[in-house]
């Protein structure tokens, strides 16, 4: 009796430490919630958890939804069979092609069997070449690698191939972050990034209705929901700028128009995190790429949080960028072209080098700025994703 399983392999590293029990609950735990509604088991072992028993049709699907769960770093479609070795080897037999070279490389976590893993792959390599005489065995760059895996809890495992999965910490071992979404390319992706290293996101968008049309808002919720995909229970918060914006259109110099309202943002988001318990802040800013992103301009907005802010993608070029986001299932909502609240009361001429002095002599101008952040943070909305 042979049938299919799906090995899960995830990261030693991190898992070596005094934290493996709390990170492996948290990836378990995951696992269980990203493959509920599937009809399969799951098993949890040392080093391994599989998939059993699950219907074949539903094989693909259950390996698109591991890739969206971080801390997998691998999975393999195997066979499973019992100890017996004329059975592993009628599955070896199966399982390497018709032409072309092969190797066998056993592992045997199972220490007592009676083989150990140079006495297997010896074996099977054998059994193979008798069934398959056309074959070559290359031990260096064969064209075929037949995986064997020995288990303590009776069964042996047969494969030849694995996929890369989406690799990182289980998602929640890594704090909260809030992370600013706007309706573009960047943001979902450096929202992603944290997350891949085990940071619960909770999303906040900025929006300048009736400035920004709805569909714009809903392009956030979209996105927000594509990555609900790789964060569980992600939460989505809506702030209006709109009174802040009409606020600075009206009592301050037009060229400061975008650094005063991302001083704006980041105050708002700071506060928000605070009160969502988000130890950070994440933007999808990347160096150079627009005005509001030169050193000067993130200096100065940097100067008002008090909670880190974190810029997963500071270093990255757009094409790399848009790599992710294709990858991640979110490139095609984020390029739908509806506009954003930074191109509200957009001046001809941004400043590129902005200083923290002149900043605030703006700033000044403004006589109910605490309360325009006040208002903001009361009358935010939580939506339901
Ligand atoms: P993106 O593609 O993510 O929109 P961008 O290149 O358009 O980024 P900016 O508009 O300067 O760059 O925004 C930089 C970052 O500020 C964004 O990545 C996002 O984190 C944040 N941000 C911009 N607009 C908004 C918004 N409306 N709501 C929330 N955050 C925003
Ligand atoms: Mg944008």
Known sequence: MSDNVIL?????????????????????????????GLDCKLYFGRG??????????????????????????????????GY?????????????????????TAHRSYKKYPLDSLQINKQLGERILQAKPQLTVDLHRPDCVLHVEV???????????????????????????????????????????????GMSIKALHFHSYP?????????????????????PSIKLMCVSLTEIQETIHKQCKPNYMITLVRRFMIRIANEAAKQNDCGCIINGESLGQVASQ???????????????????????????????????????????????????????????????????????????YNELIQKALENIEYIDL
């Open 8 to 36: 899960i392999r995830f990261g030693e590293l991190y898992l070596k430490g005094k934290n493996k029990d709390y990170f492996e609950n948290i990836l378990k735990d995951n696992i269980r919630k990203k493959l509920a």
């Open 294 to 368: 030169t050193l000067e301009s993130i200096t100065v907005t940097n100067a008002v949080a008090d909670v880190p802010v974190f810029r997963p993608l500071i270093g990255m070029d757009k094409d790399e960028i848009i790599e992710i986001a294709q990858k991640i299932g979110s490139f095609e909502t984020s390029i739908e072209p509806f506009e954003d609240c930074c191109t509200v009361f957009l001046p001809e001429f941004p400043l590129i080098k902005p200083t923290v002095e002149k900043v605030e002599e703006q700033e000044a101008r403004i006589e109910n």
């Open 48 to 81: 391994r958890y599989v998939v059993k028993d699950y219907d074949r049709s539903d094989e693909s699907a259950v390996i698109a939804r591991l890739k969206q769960v971080f801390g997998v770093h691998s999975v393999s479609v195997a066979r499973r069979c």
């Open 151 to 197: 288990r303590e809890d009776g069964d042996v495992y047969l494969y030849d191939s694995s996929e890369r999965c989406a690799g990182g910490m289980p998602y929640g071992t890594g704090g909260n972050g809030l992370l600013l979404l706007s309706g573009g390319i960047d943001s979902p992706v450096a929202g992603y990034m944290l997350a891949k290293r």
């Open 211 to 231: 400035y920004t049309s709805q569909a714009a808002k809903e392009k956030a919720v979209k996105l927000a929901r594509i990555l609900g995909e790789y964060c």
């Open 84 to 104: 017996d070795m004329d059975e592993i080897a009628a599955l070896a037999v199966e399982l390497t092609p018709d032409i072309g070279s092969f190797r066998v």
